[in-house]
């Protein structure tokens, strides 16, 4: 979908078609998943929190102002309903947050015989889910939906170099982590 | 060449070095294995990561998402609710004021300039007086709701766009 179809469909969405909110729902829907999926651990939170990401990009749909790409935009959206999920929940968003910290010391390692069974997708499907929440957010961004560094900053508030930081940092850990279980395994 | 450190093979991986800083890399890992393993490491974390990670919502989403839309389009945001309550309070507390109020002795030591319509006031008394008080006070009362009115479509059009959606799915419905 192109900029300016894309600009006519919301000025129709607007103008009380709203039908044609179901194309940008098809259109970014794996966005927000990707997002929310990574950022959210229970599953039966995770469709709800999908549908609230769109529900708020509709009633807020006026106050986009073709500024930004509609993907940051939403992504954002996406981001900040899953931080402030997380948060109502105390649920720790980053690697200094103190529940994260607690959280970490009651995790205890990890038993090898998980290492065993589990190949490396799974394995790093858990390692990722052991990260800080923030580190979930800006790693999916970056590897699944392909988004670069500014463009992670506009969607999570980050500064530039947060971003960079968070990114090679939850690489750092996660590598370090995997070539431990290898080790073991 | 001390090895690459970590952030560093993140950042050629990422294609954010300069020409110098990649060719130096570059020559340092054709000479070191140890780089090399760890670049390898790298590329292979950076291979999972890309990977979808099976996070797909039902085929219906969209479906869902449009009853979601249209019942919010329905209905009026809380904080328009809230604000016509808020008025609807201002109204009834100012005709409570009026009511125990003797406005009649304060206007009085007031200067003829500032003189308030005594039959205006008293319209908004009470509403028994208002409808003795003939044809004047109900001008007075179409006037405001003409205002409350006008001020209520300003607030759905401009302010809150959403409700401009409601609005005009209930007038194409109809």
């Keep these: 979908m192109d900029d300016d179809s894309q600009k006519e469909r919301i000025e129709r969405i607007l103008g009380g078609d709203t039908n044609h909110f179901r194309f940008l729902v098809e259109r970014y829907q794996v966005l927000v998943s990707h997002i929310v999926f990574r950022m959210i651990s229970n599953r039966a939170e995770r469709e709800d929190l999908c549908q609230e990401v769109f529900t708020r990009a509709f009633q807020n749909l006026a106050k986009f102002r073709f500024q930004a790409k509609f993907s940051t935009w939403i992504a954002a959206i996406a981001y900040n309903v899953c931080v402030n999920h997380l948060k109502k929940k105390r649920i720790p968003l980053y690697e200094d947050d103190p529940f994260f910290i607690q959280h970490r010391a009651a995790e205890g390692p990890l038993p090898d015989v998980r290492v065993e069974q589990a190949d490396l997708v799974e394995r790093l499907e858990r390692e990722i889910a052991g990260l800080p929440a923030v580190f979930r957010a800006v790693l999916t961004l970056y590897h699944l939906d392909g988004c670069r560094y500014e463009e992670i900053g506009s969607i999570t508030g980050l500064p530039l170099g947060t971003v960079k930081s968070y990114l090679y940092r939850a690489r750092k850990e996660l590598k370090t982590k995997l070539a431990r279980e290898v080790a073991l395994s | ?174």
């Design chain 2, 1 to 174: 060449m001390n090895h690459i450190d970590d952030e560093k093979i993140q950042a050629y991986l990422d294609q954010e070095l300069d020409d110098a800083e990649r060719d130096e890399i570059e020559a340092h890992l054709t000479s070191c294995s140890s780089c090399r393993a760890a670049k390898r490491q790298y590329q292979l974390l950076y291979q999972g990561l890309g990977r979808g990670a099976g996070f797909y919502l039902p085929e219906n989403f969209s479906v869902k998402v449009m009853g979601n839309v249209n019942n919010a389009a329905r209905s009026l945001p809380a904080g328009l609710k809230n604000l016509f309550i808020a008025l609807f309070g201002v109204v009834v507390g100012i005709n409570t004021v009026l009511y125990y109020f003797d406005y009649r002795a304060y206007a009085k030591t007031m200067s003829a300039d500032w003189k308030v319509d005594m039959q205006l006031l008293d319209s908004f008394k009470t509403l028994t007086t208002l409808f003795n008080q003939g044809i004047e006070p109900f001008v007075y009362v179409i006037l405001i709701l003409l205002v409350l009115a006008l001020f209520d479509r300003w607030v759905l059009n401009r302010i809150h766009p959403l409700t401009r959606l409601s609005l005009n799915n209930s007038s194409n419905r109809a």
